[in-house]
């Protein structure tokens, strides 16, 4: 009985594994990579090289993601002779996925993107992040500013060194008292044991709430404290962004299933720690000021990412040209907005000095 059961699970993984399409158009299957970085971990990346006298662009993707939430971008750089690099993040997709909480300090993160700039032999890129990936930007600025011509953050602005030195506890009661509700009140959940399981279990709500047709719902059903699990434990659904197809959002789920969410949260529990905050200490305080171009991309229906905190943030900590547009988007503003956000950066990057 027990082995009947074991081979109907196992078969019910196995045709998960192959529901992914081997192709995915934009992406060119022949120009992935995978590189095993100095700490061990591999990475993998697509890689698509520059026609000569482009630069490379570094697009880092946030949570709960992989390469893919690149598509509109690669499919509209790629065709300029933009050079790409696009990698799975630490904890997604083909990249290993550690369950250790302390894999994941910035300071780690940044050095493997570094190994793999090197590993393509490319010094000047453009580097663009959204969500996570916008304050691992923001930390390869810090640390590694010589590998970079210039930032471009997506939703989520510059995240200077201080940024999260206040407790998570205190962190959001100020929030509760300066917004109304707990922003950030959701890393509670995401940092508790069984978080995983319990987002694969009601999967589709997850993926409604997170990628959702009104962000207005965002502020009682995803961020404050509590809302989530409750959201999900009840299998709650809601109107999905028409953003994502349902093409792509049976890719995006399958990716992110394969090998589940235990390690995507250590993204969480590293801020509900002291991992973040010990980790910025090692921040040279001389490269907290941004001394290249930067862009900053807000997204002023997202009520997470508070569009008005990161322009503030990253209008203080630019020391060279700032180029801020604002959309009348939600999160997702390379999905939602993307032509938009394709030109505006087209237009940002055409006039660097690179
Ligand atoms: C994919 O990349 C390979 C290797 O560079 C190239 O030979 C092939 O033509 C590309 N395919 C498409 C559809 O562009
Ligand atoms: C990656 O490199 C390390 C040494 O840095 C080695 O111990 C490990 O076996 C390698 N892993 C893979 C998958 O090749
Ligand atoms: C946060 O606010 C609650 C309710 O007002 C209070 O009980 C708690 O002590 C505060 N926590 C911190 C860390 O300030
Ligand atoms: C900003 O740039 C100006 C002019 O290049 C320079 O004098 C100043 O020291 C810089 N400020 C910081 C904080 O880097």
Avoid at 213 to 226: E, H
Avoid at 246 to 269: C, D, F, H, I, S
Wanted: glycine content about 6%.
């Amino acid at each position: 009985m027990l082995s009947r059961v074991l081979l109907a699970f196992s078969f019910v993984v196995a045709s998960l594994a192959t529901s992914l399409p081997a192709d995915l158009p934009p992406f060119n299957s022949s120009l992935f990579k995978d590189l095993n970085v100095t700490r061990g971990f591999t990475y993998h990346y697509y890689a698509s090289p520059a026609d000569a006298g482009k630069p490379t662009l570094v697009f880092l993707h946030g949570f709960p993601s992989s390469f893919y939430d690149w598509r509109h971008q690669v499919s509209f750089f790629q065709d300029k002779g933009y050079g790409l690099v696009v990698p799975d993040m630490l904890g997604y997709g083909g990249t290993a996925k550690p369950l250790d909480p302390e894999a994941y300090a910035p300071s780690l993160i940044t050095k493997d993107i570094i190994d793999i700039l090197d590993a393509e032999g490319l010094q000047q890129s453009v580097l663009i992040g959204h969500d996570w990936g916008a304050k691992i930007a923001s930390r390869l600025a810090n640390y590694f500013p010589q590998y970079f011509s210039s930032y471009a953050f997506l939703a989520v602005g510059y995240i200077a060194p201080d940024a999260f030195a206040l407790p998570y506890p205190e962190q959001n009661n100020l929030s509760r008292a300066v917004l109304g509700y707990e922003n950030f009140g959701y890393w509670d959940f995401f940092s508790s044991d069984g978080a995983d399981q319990i987002i694969l279990d009601n999967f589709d709500s997850f993926f409604d709430i997170w990628f959702p047709k009104d962000t207005v719902l965002t502020i009682k059903d995803l961020a404050p404290l509590g809302a989530i699990n409750s959201f999900l434990r009840n299998g709650r659904r809601v109107t999905p962004g028409d953003f994502v197809t349902p093409e792509e959002r049976t890719v995006q789920m399958e990716l992110l299933r394969q090998e589940g969410l235990a390690a995507p949260l250590n993204w969480y529990k590293i801020m509900t720690t002291s991992i973040e905050s010990d980790d910025d200490q090692g921040i040279p305080s001389e490269n907290a000021v941004l001394k290249k171009p930067v862009f900053f991309g807000a997204a002023l229906r997202d009520y997470i990412a508070i569009a008005a905190t990161y322009i503030a943030a990253t209008l203080q900590n630019s020391n060279d040209t700032l180029t801020i547009q604002q959309y009348d988007s939600g999160h997702w503003v390379m999905l939602e907005v993307k032509d938009k956000v394709n030109t505006d950066l087209l237009q940002w990057i055409e006039g660097l000095n690179y």
